[in-house]
């Protein structure tokens, strides 16, 4: 009578922490990546560079391949490029008198930006180092903490159930 009193503990302390996971696991959700901004053209002369520009970031670089270029802008990143910032280019290391609004997932519409050197078109200034802090160490995984911590908690559950199931009285 006593194995089967230990045994039913050992089931409903499974089935709480089953509970319990189901809970963290359904309220955990992840957003979608947000899309980039595709900025594309055409008619400009083969091996010439098209640089992307937040403020005095780079935010993208194509080399002109049979007169075509295209860059995806990222959003986020170093120059934390969010929707309705000005985006401006350059054509080999000169200002471009077009420029786009970021918006995420959008792109010029056909044929696409036609650019053009400004007169007296200069190239922005040369930004400072990347800052990089704790880059890369939290929060970048995917893996709810809170998921881990249950499972961590279920696995303890589980060793300190079967430890009782199988202690002699």
């Known amino acids: 009578m006593a194995l089967i009193r230990k045994i039913s503990l050992v089931g409903a302390a499974a089935v709480a922490a089953l509970m319990l996971m189901s809970t963290v696991a359904l309220s955990t959700a992840s957003a979608q990546a947000a899309l980039p901004y595709k900025a594309y053209g055409s008619g400009l002369t083969t091996v ?50 077009e420029s786009v609004t970021f918006q995420s997932g959008q792109f010029p519409a056909p044929p696409g930006l036609a650019l053009t050197v400004a007169a007296g078109g200069t190239t922005p200034a040369t930004p400072g180092p990347a800052k990089t802090g704790n880059a890369g160490l939290f929060g970048t995984t995917g893996t709810s903490m809170a998921l881990v911590l249950v499972f961590g908690v279920f696995a303890a559950t589980m060793v300190a159930g079967a430890r009782t199931a199988t202690r002699r009285d």
């Not at 005095?56 to 170093?78: E, L």
């Open 48 to 97: 010439t560079t098209v640089e992307a520009w937040k403020g005095t970031t780079s935010v993208g670089k194509a080399t002109v391949a049979a007169g075509n270029w295209s860059i995806d802008i990222q959003p986020g990143g170093t120059a934390n490029v969010a929707n309705g910032d000005k985006i401006t280019f350059t054509i080999d290391g000169k200002a471009a008198n």
